[in-house]
């Protein structure tokens, strides 16, 4: 069997090869973009590059990037446990050329990786291009053989890519792999297209217009490719699964839930152990950054993963901190790749033990009062923003953890009625504050309240001051 491991290598050294610099993975932190919360594609390391505004030694490159969607523009977090091909963490091989090689070694490039070195036999294969570009549907024609019926023009939603409102932008293909019948889904561009039987495997971005301010759009005098392919997914394939979370690597973070929550790896609670396995490497990459749980930003986003898992952590019986314990398995499974992750063992381990800590003080309670308030509701159903509120405030429980716990059901929660909830808790705080009599501090004081949210929970700070990191 091909593993995760030999896969990542495979695709750098293929590239390396066709004589790309091989560039390690950026941080998922970005440096200097305070447009991005987290590096969501392979591309973000070498954006000043695209836009010229950094000069490399080199002009084509490819790398195995760190990703994250689990917050802004691409959120996958809501996925997770509901597709066999969406992580929060993932990693995105890519190979990018800077100006120099465009469209044709582009598809002659990923054609041959696929059919050549990974095998892949073409009539399980299938691409879309954006629907005006008929140079790509003739190239692709060319390059693979494909029949007119394998390769599908889509609107500028799936297939065509912007940077952002100005700069670099250009049509895109998307590659798929066709599961089999038993998976059920259709074909890209169907009604039925997001299950998991055609699932995209790479993106092929053609960088060739520049978007101007006034609307219009210029041709770039030198084009350029930046591709993203997910290492989990092609893994599915070259491993012959359907799922992501078959693949090596997962079976081993999946064994290791079963066995921290006392489950078995195959019986029930299978999405529970998914949701654990993943998000323990979101949170793991995240922390080995430094990024720590707190109540805002990116800060916030890890909190929130770390609670979903341990929601569901608690679903599989858990009354006691066990997500921490899964960390040596993930260094052991992918410390090599990333020695971040085996430098930060100790912190890691540390900063989820304290999390789960922290808020199984309240999540029993909270999950009860769920329960209690949900118990009347049917499918579709809502849940009210002020029961929503309180779970938040009072009980630690973020928003889209209430949403995650009442989806399987059917029922919703009252947005609208929560961010009042929220709304008028700040007012009355506002309203209450006797304050010192000198404005200055008052504006202080509630600059920082309105960043820093509510105060989370009653009481528990105190008792775990001391093992606070
Ligand atoms: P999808 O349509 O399946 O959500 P995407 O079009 O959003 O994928 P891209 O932005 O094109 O994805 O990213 C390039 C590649 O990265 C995809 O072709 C896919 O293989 C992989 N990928 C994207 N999102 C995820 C994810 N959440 N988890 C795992 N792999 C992903
Ligand atoms: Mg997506
Ligand atoms: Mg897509
Ligand atoms: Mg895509």
Redesign the pocket.
């Known amino acids: 069997m091909t593993s995760v491991s030999d896969i990542r290598s495979s695709f750098v050294e293929y590239f390396a090869r066709e004589g790309h610099e091989v560039v390690a993975s950026g941080p998922l932190v970005p440096r200097n973009d305070p447009t991005l919360m987290f590096t969501n594609?392979g591309m973000v390391p070498f954006k000043n590059v695209f836009t010229g505004l950094e000069k490399r030694p080199y002009s084509t490159a490819t790398s195995a990037q760190k990703c994250v969607?689990a917050g802004g523009k691409?959120n996958?977090l809501d996925n997770v446990g509901f597709t066999a091909?969406?992580?929060t963490f993932?990693e995105?091989l890519g190979n990018f050329s800077f100006g120099d090689y465009f469209k044709e070694r582009a598809i002659e490039l990923a054609w041959g990786l696929i059919t050549r070195d990974f095998g892949l036999p073409r009539d399980r294969l299938m691409v879309t291009v954006y629907e005006d570009d008929d140079e790509a549907h003739a190239l692709w024609k060319k390059i693979a053989g494909f029949s007119d019926d394998r390769i599908v023009r889509l609107g500028a939603k799936s297939n065509f890519w912007q940077m952002a409102d100005t700069g670099p932008c250009g049509p895109n293909s998307?590659i798929f792999y066709d599961h089999g019948e038993s998976v059920p889904g259709g074909p890209p561009g169907s009604p039925d297209e997001d299950g998991d039987r055609f699932v995209?495997?790479?993106?092929l971005v053609f960088m060739q217009f520049e978007q101007l301010a006034d609307g219009s759009r210029t041709r770039l005098p030198r084009p350029s490719i930046d591709t993203?392919?997910?290492l989990?997914?092609v893994a599915t394939v070259l491993q012959g699964v359907h799922s992501n979370y078959d693949i090596d690597l997962f079976k081993a973070l999946i064994a290791s839930a079963a066995q921290v929550t006392g489950t078995e790896p195959g019986g029930s609670g299978v999405t529970s152990r998914q949701v654990m396995a993943d998000h323990l490497r979101a949170m793991s990459f995240l922390i080995a950054e430094g990024v720590l749980p707190s109540n805002e930003g990116r800060g916030y986003v890890l909190r929130r993963i770390m609670r979903r898992a341990m929601r569901h952590a608690t679903l599989l019986g858990a009354n006691e901190p066990v997500i921490h314990k899964m960390v040596p398995v993930l260094v052991r499974e992918m410390g090599q790749a990333y020695p971040e992750l085996s430098r930060g063992e100790a912190m890691i381990t540390e900063t989820v033990r304290l999390e789960e800590q922290r808020f199984l003080k309240t999540l029993g309670r909270g999950l009860q009062i769920l329960a209690e308030e949900s118990e009347g509701l049917n499918e579709g159903a809502t849940l009210s923003g002020e029961t929503a509120f309180k779970l938040y405030d009072t009980y630690g429980f973020p928003l889209d953890l209430t949403q995650d716990a009442l989806r399987t059901r059917g029922i919703g929660v009252d947005q609208a009625g929560f961010d009042a909830a929220m709304a008028r808790q700040k007012a009355e705080a506002r309203k209450n504050w006797a304050g010192s009599g000198e404005a200055r501090t008052d504006e202080v004081w509630f600059a920082v309240a309105d960043q820093e949210g509510p105060t989370e929970f009653l009481g528990y700070e105190t008792e775990t001051a001391e093992g606070e990191v």
Do not use: K, T, Y
């Open positions: 594609s969607r691409h996958d091909r969406h992580h993932f995105m998307e995209e495997i790479w993106n993203g392919m997910g989990e997914r």
